[in-house]
């Protein structure tokens, strides 16, 4: 071994040059390799996140078709209402936009209430946190899929609805059809990632769906104009944000709903939902920044 040929240094060379050249040069401790949004990364988990779900495709996005057209047979058969006029269409139109908004916003908080969830139950939540992905790109990601699950299930229920023989459903605000279910999506996408930091089990998880998201969704107006309530209950009904959702989303097909008297009263429910989203979103945020049931 002391026969070992030494490496040589130049005249003008020392040992702590040849050690820093021999080393790859990396950047400073804090700095920001990625600058800007990753969108590589974002893409890869909005893509990853819809896989998920079109994997089993029958279950995330047929089976609610089938369930919520079963809703609309009862509705209109078993209780005898297929021949009754609400708002100057048959129960069946009326009742069909409520369906198909509500199937949809069922489905995103299911989609988004689930990735962090089972991250932590089976120990891959590293899986999320670990990219280099910040805390906006990491919720546009799995909000972003939900959104597009709740898309593709507002495709199929109303496609379903199409061969029920009393549902008449045309566009006559466009708008209103776009922005409330975009926004309706949103808004049940961002509870659906807010409990998903929270839960700890899927007990969890089941007790938001079954005691906040089901009572909410039933009592939005689906399936009655709230007019037909009395005056405490319509004060309840204009408290749940998931009303203006049914609402304005019925009034993009029928041109009318029970929110106000005039159209100003649907923008105004329209510039509520965005800024109700607004303010779930940027406490989604801050939570997930904290790192809050998530880093431990």
Known sequence: MADQAQPTLSSDQS?????SKARPDFAPWGTVMIPGVNRRGLWT????????????????????????????????????????????????????????????????????????????????????????????ELMAGIVGAAI?????????????MAFWPDVRLSAAHPWAIAWFGLMGALLLS?????????????????AVTNFVIAPLSLLSGT?????????????????????????????????????????????WAAIGLALLNLALGGVCYALLRSGWRLKS
């Open 15 to 19: 040992p702590s040059d040849t050690s």
């Open 45 to 136: 988990l909005y893509i990853k996140e819809v896989r998920r779900f079109l994997k089993v495709q029958t279950q995330t996005i047929w089976a609610p078709a089938v369930t919520t057209l079963l809703f609309l047979v009862i509705f209109t058969v078993a209780l005898g209402r297929a021949d009754k006029q609400v708002l100057g269409v048959s129960f069946a139109s009326f009742v069909a936009p409520g369906l198909i908004m509500m199937g949809m916003m069922q489905n995103a908080f299911a989609n988004s209430s689930f990735s962090l969830l089972v991250g932590k139950i089976q120990g891959t939540i590293i899986d999320y946190l670990m990219p280099p992905l910040s805390q906006g």
């Open 148 to 160: 597009t699950r709740a898309a593709l299930v507002g495709f199929a229920v109303a496609g379903a």
């Open 190 to 206: 961002l509870l659906g990632f807010l409990t998903s930091i929270w839960a700890e089990k899927f007990d969890h998880n089941a």
């Open 223 to 267: 399936f009655y104009v709230i007019h037909n309530l009395s005056p405490l209950f319509q004060a309840i009904s204009r408290a749940n944000p998931f009303f203006y959702v049914i609402s304005g989303f019925r009034f993009g097909f029928l041109g009318q709903s029970d929110i106000g008297a005039d159209n100003a009263s649907v923008a």
